[in-house]
């Protein structure tokens, strides 16, 4: 069952500007990253279901935070179909995310009042999901549909819409300046935030170092 409530999650995501997106098959990898990322002032955090037994390291990592990282809203991210949803609801996952829009997907999640943001690489599509109940849509790949420019110009005529955009995010002020100031709620940063070398090295002061920088950035941008 989820911890946090849907008023919580969305307000977390909100208020901190960025959602890490990671995954590892190794859980003590996965538990050192989440936190390091809370360290740094994260507070949502999107594990991906991206390889076998994902859903081994997702209850570990789970408990851990609850644990160790109480204020950490873990949810669950590259859901694509209903069942999957359901597993991880199952297990904790205070959030859905995937990298496309299945009305399905939306259906399981309003029923436990979990929040889901869909993949969505259109206009149309972030209305369809707003319609099925999706507060926070994901733009995604979000460099590949348009940038920030794309943000701005779905905020003009729709100007309550919630974005998250994934894809293009990188952990500099320039990056992070432009996406905040097109009017995203919320970036997911992924691949940037963790580089290889630094997890392999297992120098988890590094990542705190990159969300710290990170979320000033963004509540610079903001000001």
């Known amino acids: 069952m989820a911890k946090f409530n849907k008023m919580q999650v969305l307000a977390a995501m909100s208020k901190t500007g960025m959602v890490p997106v990671f995954y590892h098959k190794d859980p ?37 935070a609850a644990a160790e990282c109480p204020e950490m809203i873990v949810g669950i991210g590259s859901i694509v179909d209903p069942g999957t949803a359901s597993l991880y609801l199952q297990l904790g996952a ?10 399905e997907v939306a259906k399981i999640c309003n029923r436990r009042l979990v929040p889901y ?15 099925a109940g999706c507060d926070l849509c994901k733009v995604f790949p979000a460099g590949n549909v348009g940038g920030p420019s794309f943000v701005k110009n779905v905020k003009g005529p729709m100007p309550w819409s919630m974005l998250m955009v994934t894809g293009a995010v990188e952990p500099t002020e320039e990056n992070l300046t432009a996406w905040i100031k097109a009017g995203v ?17 297992k120098e988890w002061g590094k990542i705190t170092e990159l969300c710290e920088k990170s979320l000033a950035y963004i509540t610079k941008a903001h000001q």
């Open 28 to 64: 003590e990898v996965a538990k050192n990253v989440v936190k390091a990322c809370y360290d740094g002032g994260v507070r949502a955090f999107e594990f991906t279901n991206r390889g076998d037994f994902a859903q081994e390291v997702f209850t570990e990592v789970v408990k851990f």
């Open 94 to 103: 205070n959030f859905v995310v995937g990298p496309l829009f299945n009305p």
């Open 117 to 131: 943001s869909p993949g969505c690489g259109s206009v149309s599509e972030i209305g369809f999901a707003q319609e």
């Open 185 to 201: 709620t919320c970036v997911g940063m992924g691949s940037n935030l963790f580089p290889k070398d630094v997890i392999a090295a």
